[in-house]
């Protein structure tokens, strides 16, 4: 039988994996009778732990939400896992890169050696898109909204057309707005609420940083299901300018001779394939092949293995304009 202590990080680590735990699994999991299991729980309670018993035939126990915050237990990949994504959060846009750096700061001197060195050894540096650069929404303004969302309750806001103070009652440069929302979305830096606009009976995004939400919130209502079921895909099409999730009506891909890493910052909804120290594949889609073939091209590297047809002619028709434009350049100095 293993020692109390780390009998009691393995209840602990049990509890913390699904809802309810019958008691007689538990023990056979624990390899310890019944008895030892209520001892153990009873145990975690007094170390703060809100464990309680859960009714029915074979009775059980599950691990509530309490009013205060015991210790945490966290496997190795969990505390992997939530270093990376501290790491990460500066460029969320969630006002929260402080606040994170502390509680990485804590996370580690709490690690064991082994922990700490992998951590330590994993410096995670995020770039924002250089065209979208990070925009701070508050913390208490995303925490309402997705109280909002959770309890399903309309939500109604003040929404200016640029980043402002908070607007005044007199404001009219504020739109009021009345929405049912559905899903808080993280997009090239900013925040963004998908929801159904009341008044105009249509799905809208806004962007958090000019919410600015009203009290009390409206009544309760029944969520209604994002065109084609994913939220991802729906938003997506949204800023390319479709009405659905539907994908770029143009795709293509290429070899490129540049480093994927070089390129994978620009790609935006795109695919990048390493494939050596300087070559990779790029997919791509727009809305015209003449489009995808300047975006491809200004990558400023040697491309291969282009592919549909439809691009590679597109390709041709740019490359003989782009030589008659050489040839016709107004000014140019004669060549002496």
């Given amino acids: 039988m293993p020692k109390t202590s780390a009998r009691l990080l393995a209840l602990l680590s049990l509890l913390q994996t699904r ?3 019958p008691g007689e699994e538990l023990a056979g999991r624990l390899g310890v009778s019944a008895r030892t299991v209520r001892r153990d729980v009873d145990r975690l309670r007094e170390l703060g732990y809100p464990v309680t018993a859960v009714k029915g035939p074979d009775g ?7 009013s205060q915050l015991p210790p945490l237990l966290f496997d190795d990949e969990q505390a992997v896992a939530l270093a990376v994504a501290l790491q990460t959060a500066t460029v969320t846009g969630a006002g929260i890169a402080e606040a994170a750096a502390r509680a990485l700061t804590t996370l ?27 925009v701070q929404a508050d913390s208490g303004v995303l925490m309402e909204i997705s109280g909002a969302i959770r309890a399903r309750e309309e939500l109604r806001f003040d929404y200016t057309t640029a980043s402002s103070p908070a607007p005044g009652p007199e404001d009219t ?10 899903h808080l979305v993280a997009w090239r830096g900013r925040w963004y609420l998908l929801a159904w606009d009341l008044d105009r009976e249509d799905w809208r995004t806004f962007r958090v940083d000019r919410v600015f939400p009203r ?7 029944t969520p209604r299901e994002v065109p084609g079921g994913d939220v991802a895909a729906f938003v997506a099409g949204r800023f390319r300018g479709s009405d659905g999730p539907a994908a770029w009506p143009c795709r293509g891909e290429a070899v490129l001779d540049v480093p994927a890493a070089s390129v994978a910052p620009y790609v935006q909804d795109g695919m990048v394939e390493a494939l050596g120290p300087g070559r990779c594949r790029v997919v791509l889609g727009s809305w015209s092949w003449m489009g995808l073939a300047s975006a491809m091209g200004r990558f400023d590297a040697g491309l291969h293995d282009v592919r549909p047809a439809e691009l590679r002619e597109a390709f041709a028709l740019l490359a003989r304009r782009c030589a008659v434009a050489a040839g016709e350049q107004p000014g140019a100095s004669p060549a002496g």
């Fill in 19 to 21: 809802r309810d735990w």
């Fill in 60 to 66: 059980g126990y599950r691990l509530d939400a309490g």
């Fill in 215 to 221: 009290t009390p919130t409206g009544p309760r209502f």
């Fill in 108 to 134: 580690r001197q709490v690690l064991p050696a082994r922990l700490r060195h992998r951590i330590a050894a994993l410096q995670v540096t995020v770039v924002a898109p250089p065209e979208a650069e990070p």
């Fill in 173 to 182: 440069g504020a739109a009021r707005r009345r929405v049912q929302p559905h």
